[in-house]
């Protein structure tokens, strides 16, 4: 992780003129992205591609759930179920709906908290896995510090808007790393739709990545938005054997930058390898 840290600096620091002249130019980039903070690794070599304030903190909204879930994962392998309470219920505006006093599985309610984002299931979890809710989010505060996070602050397990709530795009591409390496979690952020049964009804829950089986190599993501946060994404996507991760915060529009940052990723990786193979001859 220090290689991506020295990176982003390094580009950074890279002169506009200097920017211009590189190719599909990063200037021209820069105008067309619109996030406050974007961050672009390939995820390999841990090399960056595009950084934009990468440890400004801002509000995470419900990329957040990425930590959630690791949590829940490392301490429960997703085995297990949960008695529903009220306090669980009590939250908008995204929820299942859960009802109080039904057992629903750890597994199920990971699904719904990364496919669907409901914010009940992340408070159902947080309750079952940490005791309560204050001493999960105290839990979740120390994972992200043994992550190598030192710019965020966690304060409620779903990423709802609360004074001081806030991650960096390079903290959250720690978290999210660490969240794809489990290979469960990884494939339910790239699940496009599941029935998921609960005692309210059965529902199909739909992944909120509107890339997901549209943009070409789009693989497992996690989204947010709020009115404060505007939006928010950490993504994975796949071409030729190549695999990007990015990073957006207070984005105006997630799935423009998305896609204006991984084709700029990818065109990269295209150049380079006709540059060598043109070299090799």
């Known amino acids: 992780m220090r290689r991506i840290v020295a990176s982003a600096l390094l580009l950074l620091q890279l002169p506009l003129a200097e920017a211009a002249t590189q190719p599909n130019s990063l200037a021209s980039l820069n105008q067309q992205v619109q996030a406050r903070s974007a961050l672009l690794v390939d995820a390999s070599s841990g090399r960056v591609l595009f950084s934009r304030n990468p440890t400004e903190p801002l509000p995470p909204a419900s990329t957040l759930k990425l930590l959630t879930a690791l949590l829940v994962y ?21 929820r299942i709906p859960l009802q109080t006093g039904e057992t629903v599985p750890v597994r199920t309610l990971v699904q719904s908290l990364l496919i669907g984002s409901d914010n009940d299931s992340a408070l159902a979890l947080a309750r079952h896995t940490g005791g309560s809710v204050e001493k999960f989010v105290a839990l979740m505060n120390a994972r992200a510090r043994e992550l190598g996070c030192t710019n965020s602050l966690f304060l409620n397990p779903n990423g709802l808007p609360a004074p001081g709530q806030v991650t960096t795009a390079l903290d959250l591409l720690k978290i999210f790393q660490a969240a794809m390496a489990v290979p469960e979690l990884r494939e339910i952020c790239r699940t496009p739709r599941l029935a998921l049964r609960t005692a309210a009804a059965v529902q199909t829950l739909k992944n909120h990545n509107k890339l997901l ?13 709020t009115l404060r946060s505007r939006h928010t994404f950490a993504a994975s996507a796949t071409r030729d054997g190549h695999e990007l991760h990015l990073i957006l915060l207070h984005s105006a529009n997630k799935w423009t930058d998305a896609k204006a940052l991984f084709d700029f990723g990818f065109e990269q990786f295209r150049r380079e390898e006709n540059t060598s193979a043109t070299a090799g001859k």
Do not use: C
Not at 76 to 89: F, N, P, S, Y
Not at 213 to 225: I, L, S
């Open 74 to 94: 490392e301490r429960t392998h997703l085995d297990g179920k949960v008695v529903i309470e009220q306090a669980d219920t009590l939250v908008e505006p995204s």
């Open 213 to 225: 089986g549209v943009y070409p190599g789009m693989g497992p993501a996690k989204t947010g938005w």
